[in-house]
T-cell receptor, first 115, second 113 residues
Framework: GAGVSQSPSNKVTEKGKDVELRCDPI?????LYWYRQSLGQGLEFLIY????????KSGLPSDRFSAERTGGSVSTLTIQRTQQEDSAVYLC???FGMGDNSPLHFGNGTRLTVT | DQQVKQNSPSLSVQEGRISILNCDYT??????FLWYKKYPAEGPTFLIS?????DKNEDGRFTVFLNKSAKHLSLHIVPSQPGDSAVYFC????????????FGKGTKLSVKP
């Protein structure tokens, strides 16, 4: 497809389990971003990649969260030992570059529910 | 501590009239501002942006106004259409901080036929 693809679209997991969320950016986009939106909140920045490196990890909520990107394309966001407060919609976005004329293109998100 | 604030959670407008969505920010280092639109179960889509060197940017029915002294921006939609019904997010970026867009909590716009 032409857009950012995220999988799964929905994930229900038990507290304490690990989950892995996947993002396929738009082909040719060098920058990739992870955000999350909790109920009633705005979009919270988690991490971004320029190529395969992550210059800014400041948004990751705790050391249970990690992300990687390989081959300058697909990225995975891993949450270990999930907690109920991790329940949110996790959004991935990509952009052609990092400048002002490169708006973010978002996927439809993964809705994570931790029971 | 919210750096980008959208104080109106919702707005209802009659079709054909003007919709005005407001956004305030606190960080004077922000130099680029964007509006995104989000339909249910979809990701946000880019709508329009403005650099801090401008005070107005227009694209069809959408115009964004920036008042730097007041740290305020607004999105005007005219004429409003039922298909404009969505959640609108204001976002801002600090100069030199390319990777991190700071988003507001959004305003849900309902355009009634």
């Amino acid at each position: 497809g032409a857009g950012v693809s995220q999988s799964p679209s929905n994930k229900v997991t038990e507290k304490g389990k690990d989950v892995e969320l996947r993002c396929d950016p738009i082909s040719g986009h060098t920058a990739l971003y992870w955000y999350r939106q909790s109920l009633g909140q705005g979009l919270e920045f988690l991490i971004y990649f320029q190529g395969n490196s992550a210059p800014d990890k400041s948004g990751l909520p705790s050391d249970r969260f990690s992300a990687e990107r390989t081959g300058g394309s697909v990225s995975t966001l891993t949450i270990q030992r999930t907690q109920q407060e991790d329940s949110a919609v996790y959004l991935c976005a990509s952009s052609f570059g990092m400048g002002d004329n490169s708006p973010l293109h978002f996927g439809n998100g993964t809705r994570l529910t931790v029971t | 501590d919210q750096q980008v604030k959208q104080n109106s959670p919702s707005l209802s407008v009659q079709e054909g009239r003007i919709s005005i969505l407001n956004c305030d920010y606190t960080n004077s280092m922000f130099d680029y501002f964007l509006w995104y639109k989000k339909y249910p179960a979809e990701g946000p889509t880019f709508l329009i942006s403005i650099s801090s060197i401008k005070d107005k940017n227009e694209d069809g029915r959408f115009t964004v106004f920036l008042n730097k002294s007041a740290k305020h921006l607004s999105l005007h939609i005219v004429p409003s259409q039922p298909g404009d019904s969505a959640v609108y997010f204001c976002a801002a970026r600090k100069g030199g901080s390319q990777g991190n867009l700071i988003f507001g909590k959004g305003t849900k716009l309902s355009v009634k036929p």
